[in-house]
C-alpha cells in the first residue's frame, strides 16, 4: 500500500523543559499508531509542530472530528500534531484510549501501554494531550507543551528541577521492548549502569551468575512464565538483601503487602514518570545502603520498615 508522509515543521518554535528520551517515545508511539491506521488501506501521515495559544474548548467546533480536551493552564505552548486518514476511532472507544491495557490492536501489535504512557509523560511535564478521530475519515493527536519563557518562573523551575540521580547497577526487567528501551534510557540519564532483560528466566539467570553485579532489580509484574513477584523471591533468596522495586499498571494494598512480605522494597505504577522512578530508586538505595551499613557496623537492625 503507498503511504505518504509529510511534516511541517516550524523552526521558529521555542523550547520546552522536557526529557528528550521521552519526547522521542511520544513521537514513536504516535507515528506508529498513525502507521498501523492506516497500513491495510495506504493514506496519509502528517506530522507538525508549532508554536500556539491555550486552545479553548470551542475550538474544537472548526475541526472535523470528535475532541476529548483536558485543561491547559500556560499561556502559549508547543504544539506536536500526528495525524492520519485511515481508519479512525469508534466514538465508544475515545474515551478509554489512555487506559492502560486498552488496546483495539490485533494480537502481537501492541499491549495498549503506548498511549498510557504517552499520557503520562504529556501530564508530568505539565502539558496536555487531545484526540479528534472519525470513522473512516482518520485521527489527530494534538500534543501541548507549556512553552519555555522564563526559567526564573516558579512552576517552570518546578518542571526542570534536579532529580536524584546515581550510579549504582540495575538489572532491568520488562518483557516490553519498547518500555524496557525507554525506562533504560530514564536510568541511564540519571547516572545508573543498566542490564536488561525481556523475561524472568534470563533476568534470573544473569542475577545466578553473579550477584554481586547488581544493587537493585527493577521489574514488571505481569510476566509470563513467572511473574515479577516470583522473580523477586527468586532473587531474594540467592541475595537476601538484593533490593526489588516492581512496576505494575493494576495493583491493591492485598497485592502489596504480600509482595511486601517477600522482601520487595518499592512499587511504581505503570506508566512510569522520570520524577517517580528517580525518587523510588534513590529512596530503595539509600535504605538499602544504611541497612547494610548498620549490619555491618555489628548492630542487630536494619533501618528498612516495610520499603
Known sequence: MNIEIASHINADCGMVSADPTQIHQIAMNLITNAFHAVEQTGGMINIELKETATVSFGEKEDLPFHATPGELLADRYVCFTVSDTGTGIDQTMIDKIFDPYFTTKELGKGTGLGLSVVHGIVK?????????????????????????????????????RKYPTGHERILLVDDEEPILRMEQKML??????????????????????NPGN?????SDKGMPNMTGEQLARELISIKPRIPVIICTGFSDENDQKRAMDLGVKGFLKKPVATGDLAEMVRKVLDESEGYIQVNESGQSHGIIHGG
Open 124 to 160: 508530568e511535564h505539565g502539558g496536555d494531550i487531545r484526540v479528534y478521530s472519525e470513522m473512516g475519515k482518520g485521527t489527530t493527536f494534538n500534543v501541548y507543551l507549556p512553552l519555555l519563557e522564563d526559567a526564573k518562573d516558579s512552576k517552570t523551575a518546578a518542571m526542570i
Open 188 to 209: 541511564e540519564r540519571l547516572g545508573y549502569q543498566v542490564t536488561t532483560r525481556m523475561s524472568s528466566p534470563d533476568a534470573l539467570a544473569a542475577f545466578k551468575a
Open 214 to 218: 547488581f544493587d537493585l532489580v527493577i
